[in-house]
């Protein structure tokens, strides 16, 4: 499997990263649909798309009213938004309120259901994070390969999510700050390094991949590497349209 990492970013855009969204072109799949949800419509390689969001914060949906786009560039006969009841509805009240958005896209809203047929025999399941206005991470499972996803959340290495990501091949997670505001990370409902490194390596997980980086951070280096990779060495940046496999 290849996940696309169309936008990494947390919080705004900047002009090195776009909000979260992440894509796996080959099923249709798209995780959240930040400001990078522009950038579906180039890479999609199917007559559907399934988004599954986390949860209803601007950063990660505004990219719905971007769909229009992404269906004149690259036709589309189905689209299909998941999420937990409370947020589709809060996105078709406000988000799609006429005065301000014209016309809600053609896409149906679906409520998450307790497990979500894949194609290619995969398996999609979600579980509760702790976040302001409640969020959801997800569990992506395939004959060989699995990946979870995991954002807007305090990571720990004994979280209460850790048994639903145990033992996936890469576990993409967000990662706003660096140590030194940890407790800011804290109390924002967000997380940092060194408890994100733990966490992967408690839950025996074969590779880390930081998203939802704090766009004020240094672009170049916004997160110290160092400090996770001494923890759990398989730990990457995420960058706007890099290619991870697993």
Same mark, same amino acid.
């Given at each position: 499997?290849?996940?696309?990492?169309?936008?990494?970013?947390?919080?705004?855009?900047?002009?090195?990263?776009?909000?979260?969204?992440?894509?796996?072109?080959?099923?249709?799949?798209?995780?959240?649909? @930040?400001? =990078?949800?522009?950038?579906?419509?180039?890479?999609?390689?199917?007559?559907?798309?399934?988004?599954?969001?986390?949860?209803?914060?601007? *950063?990660?949906?505004?990219?719905?009213?971007?769909? &229009?786009?992404?269906?004149?560039?690259?036709?589309? @006969?189905?689209?299909?938004?998941? @999420?937990?009841?409370?947020?589709?509805?809060?996105?078709? %009240?406000?988000?799609?309120? @006429? *005065?301000?958005?014209?016309?809600?896209?053609?896409? %149906?809203?679906?409520?998450?259901?307790?497990?979500?047929?894949?194609?290619?025999?995969?398996?999609?399941?979600?579980?509760?994070?702790?976040?302001?206005?409640?969020?959801?991470?997800?569990?992506?499972?395939? &004959?060989?390969?699995?990946?979870?996803?995991?954002?807007?959340?305090? =990571?720990?290495?004994?979280?209460?999510?850790?048994?639903?990501?145990?033992?996936?091949?890469?576990?993409?997670?967000?990662?706003?700050?660096?140590?030194?505001?940890?407790?800011?990370?804290?109390?924002?409902?967000?997380?940092?390094?060194?408890?994100?490194?733990?966490?992967?390596?408690?839950?025996?997980?074969?590779?880390?991949?930081?998203?939802?980086?704090?766009?004020?951070?240094?672009?170049?280096?916004?997160?110290?590497?160092?400090?996770?990779?001494?923890?759990?060495?398989?730990?990457?940046?995420?960058?706007?349209?890099?290619?991870?496999?697993?």
């Amino acid at each position: 499997m290849k996940l696309r990492l169309l936008g990494t970013g947390g919080f705004h855009p900047t002009d090195c990263r776009h909000t979260l969204c992440l894509m796996i072109p080959e099923c249709g799949i798209v995780l959240d649909a @930040g400001t =990078a949800m522009y950038r579906v419509g180039r890479f999609a390689e199917t007559p559907h798309l399934d988004i599954f969001l986390s949860h209803a914060h601007l *950063d990660h949906v505004v990219g719905l009213t971007y769909l &229009p786009d992404v269906a004149r560039e690259h036709p589309l @006969g189905r689209i299909t938004v998941h @999420g937990l009841p409370d947020k589709l509805h809060a996105l078709d %009240e406000h988000l799609f309120a @006429g *005065d301000l958005f014209a016309e809600k896209p053609e896409c %149906e809203f679906r409520p998450l259901a307790e497990e979500v047929a894949l194609p290619q025999q995969g398996r999609l399941t979600h579980f509760p994070l702790a976040h302001q206005g409640g969020s959801v991470g997800y569990r992506l499972d395939w &004959p060989g390969s699995s990946m979870a996803y995991v954002t807007d959340t305090t =990571a720990s290495p004994d979280a209460d999510y850790r048994q639903h990501i145990a033992g996936v091949d890469l576990l993409v997670h967000e990662c706003y700050h660096n140590d030194d505001r940890a407790d800011l990370a804290a109390q924002t409902g967000h997380s940092s390094i060194t408890a994100v490194a733990q966490l992967a390596r408690s839950a025996g997980v074969g590779r880390l991949v930081l998203v939802h980086v704090n766009p004020l951070a240094d672009a170049a280096n916004p997160l110290d590497l160092a400090a996770a990779r001494a923890i759990f060495p398989a730990t990457e940046v995420g960058e706007d349209l890099m290619v991870v496999e697993f």
